[in-house]
């Protein structure tokens, strides 16, 4: 005589029997890239063309004493996005579908506004950066490159499978070795790295304190959150046999260990990237006396007389493919916050006809990003400032986020505590100082 399954036995039979599919695993790096998910994708984002130029210019200008801020930024960022992923996985909601449920509308509505026009300045300069590489390599107009990857990436967004698509930026995120390479052809002096890397050197100068919160704008950065978010609630709701942890509770330390496990790795993976760009422009540049570099296609080229053609080839490649990696993330996250806001079906899941006005929010953000490199604003100038803003706006974000995570009435039993709730107000607290840090050195 057979009975059911009550609904708790069934979760315990679906988290603890072993499937066919678990007992042919392969230990191969495709499965290992395949048990990762928004983490990954997250934190490689995050090292964009954007991002690239900043570490780029803060290596050719301060050298290997600059290395320090990968290493506190390292925990910091950790915490925050693991937050982010906690709240999207037992809420079902992103950042902004919280914040519609719970806070005031203007909240909302100013913070999603400045995160519209950061990521939208963000995008534009990162094509502005690919179609420099591209014209770098092989020649030919700029900005004929700008309008082809803009529109291959917002295309991809809304034509490809979801699934399928998410894979391809799994891949991406292997591009971003070409910055561990470059390493190999730069003269580093290992000594003063590592001394720049663990023993912090302070100028008490605006230009400096303006460097560290662009640095820190672009490596903790609003829009990673509410992707990171979004992409949990994502991953919940493709997947029928998961549920928000607010619903369903079985299996949530399970849950919260993937989520660590893949924030860490991602988080690793970027600051890895990231100090081996800083170590690089500090060894070849910045020993070099080049201290004038503006943007990531710039340290490319720099690199050619110093390093070699073959240097800036790499350099040159991992711009492109961080940026077909980055413009999908920086499109994304805006479309999740202002369509969660307005509390629209949401989701790259969804097919087209489904969220008709999310993925118009989402291609929207994509041209306006193209059409910026047609007109005079030079998308290049105001990247610097918009990592900058980037930097401001973390700050209430963050504390807004903090003030969410630790709300019954939004995490139910699952409220952040402890020492990663610590830790990410650590994370706000040095954000905020940064900033504050900055304004004073402007002022005195």
């Not at 320090?68 to 079902?92: C, D, K, N, Y």
């Not at 420099?132 to 990436?153: C, E, R």
Request: hydrophobic share 50%.
């Amino acid at each position: 005589m057979t009975r059911k399954l009550t609904s708790r036995q069934h979760h315990d039979r679906s988290d603890s029997a072993p499937t066919a599919t678990v007992r042919r695993r392969s230990y191969g790096f495709g499965r290992i890239l395949k048990t990762l998910g928004p983490g990954l994708i997250t934190g490689a984002s995050d090292d964009d063309p954007s991002g690239i130029g900043t570490y780029s210019q803060a290596g050719a200008q301060l050298g290997y004493g600059i290395g320090w801020t990968m290493l506190l930024t390292f925990p910091l960022m950790t915490a925050i996005q693991e937050i982010s992923a906690r709240v999207g996985r037992v809420t079902g909601h992103g950042i902004s579908g919280n914040v519609c449920r719970h806070y005031p509308s203007w909240i909302l509505i100013v913070v999603v506004a400045l995160l519209f026009t950061a990521n939208t300045i963000n995008i534009a300069a990162d094509l502005s950066a690919m179609a420099d590489a591209t014209k770098l390599l092989i020649g030919g107009p700029a900005i004929l490159y700008v309008v082809l990857f803009g529109v291959t990436s917002v295309a991809a967004q809304i034509l490809m499978d979801y699934r399928r698509y998410v894979a391809v930026l799994k891949w991406l995120t292997l591009s971003l070795f070409a910055y561990v390479a470059a390493l190999g052809f730069a003269k580093v002096s290992w000594t003063e790295a590592l001394a720049g890397a663990l023993l912090p050197r302070l100028s008490w100068s605006a230009d400096y304190f303006t460097t560290i919160v662009a640095i820190l704008g672009t490596t903790i950065s609003p829009y990673l959150f509410f992707w990171q978010a979004s992409q949990e609630a994502e991953e919940q709701r493709v997947d029928a046999s998961k549920h928000p942890l607010i619903k369903r509770h079985y299996g949530a330390q399970r849950e919260f260990s993937r989520i660590r496990a893949d924030t860490i790795t991602g988080m690793a993976f970027s600051n890895v990237i990231a100090l081996s760009i800083i170590i690089t422009a500090a060894a070849s540049l910045h020993a070099a006396g080049k201290t004038d570099i503006q943007t990531s296609a710039q340290a490319a080229e720099a690199l050619r007389p110093i390093a070699g053609p073959f240097a800036e080839v790499v350099f040159a490649l991992g711009i492109i493919g961080t940026g077909l990696l980055a413009i999908p993330v920086l499109a994304g996250a805006t479309a999740y916050a202002v369509g969660e806001g307005r509390r629209w079906p949401v989701g790259l899941a969804r097919k087209p006809k489904q969220a008709i006005a999310f993925y118009s929010v989402l291609a929207l953000s994509g041209g306006l990003g193209i059409a910026l490199n047609f007109t005079a604003i030079d998308p290049i100038s105001a990247l610097y400032w918009s990592a900058v803003v980037n930097g401001v706006l973390a700050v209430p974000v963050m504390v807004l986020l903090m003030f969410m995570a630790r709300r019954s009435d939004v995490m139910g039993r699952f409220a952040v505590g402890g020492w990663l709730y610590w830790l990410g107000w650590l994370s706000t607290a040095a954000m905020a100082l940064s900033v504050i840090a900055m304004g004073a050195g402007y002022l005195l």
